[in-house]
């Protein structure tokens, strides 16, 4: 059983539009949502994080939007470049430090 | 810092042979992770260490996988005997402790042949 789940699979953005990508969980344990960016041949590295206290956080272009009620949480790319193109990752932290990462979703920004 | 560090960074071995991946984590870092990545299944978590002790290996999948960690600057983790359907990327990620960024290696990319 999936313990995160991401939405859309994939995702076609033409440049200066905005990207929306979507992740719901169940376990009201997790304390920590980071999003990671991956591209080709490369690890995934840490883009932006949020905590379950806060409703929002923006660095730069992106954006976290988070609904404890709701138990979702989304990444917005605001103003979105060709040079985002890359597989997205939402996740979730649970009891001891474990991470449960959600499918993925690969953005493809159009120039 | 040189970041997380793999090898090799790809592997083509064929069918019952034994795989060994290595890591070296972030000096410092007190967590080490070891993920599979593939299109199917996405990013699954196989094991974690915390200062060198393993913490939690429910998502080793079969007794065929093994990892270790010697000391707080190596890792392995080894597959005997190698299926086709362990071909995939696995990923070695540390952090310095809990909840904080989990920094990832540039991946071992597997085929078994």
Redesign the interface.
């Known amino acids: 059983q999936q313990q995160v789940k991401q939405s859309p699979q994939s995702l076609i953005v033409q440049k200066g539009g905005i990207s929306i990508i979507n992740c719901a969980y169940e376990n009201t344990a997790f304390?920590?949502f980071?999003w990671?960016q991956q591209f080709p041949?490369?690890?995934?590295?840490?883009l932006i994080?949020i905590r379950p206290d806060v409703s929002e956080k923006k660095e730069g272009r992106f954006t976290i939007s988070f609904n404890k009620s709701a138990k979702q949480f989304s990444l917005h790319i605001m103003d979105s470049q060709p040079g985002d193109s890359a597989t997205y990752?939402c996740a979730a932290?649970g009891g001891?430090?474990?991470?449960?990462?959600?499918?993925?979703t690969k953005l493809n920004v159009k120039p | 810092d040189a970041g997380v560090i793999q090898s090799p960074r790809h592997e083509v071995t064929e069918m019952g042979q034994e795989v060994t991946l290595r890591c070296k984590p972030i000096s410092g870092h007190d967590y080490l992770f070891w993920y599979r990545q593939t299109m199917m299944r996405g990013l699954e978590l196989l094991i974690y260490f915390n200062n060198n002790v393993p913490i939690d290996d429910s998502g080793m999948p079969e007794d065929r996988f093994s990892a270790k960690m010697p000391n707080a600057s190596f890792s392995t983790l080894k597959i005997q005997p190698s299926e086709p359907r362990d071909s995939a990327v696995y990923f070695c990620a540390s952090s310095p402790g809990v909840g904080d960024t989990q920094y990832f290696g540039p991946g071992t990319r597997l085929t078994v042949l």
């Not at chain 1, 041949?41 to 840490?46: E, I, M, Q, T």
Request: overall charge positive; charged content about 20%; cysteine-free.
């Open positions: 304390d920590y980071p990671y041949g490369k690890g995934p590295a840490l994080a990752f932290r001891f430090n474990k991470f449960y990462f959600g499918s993925g």
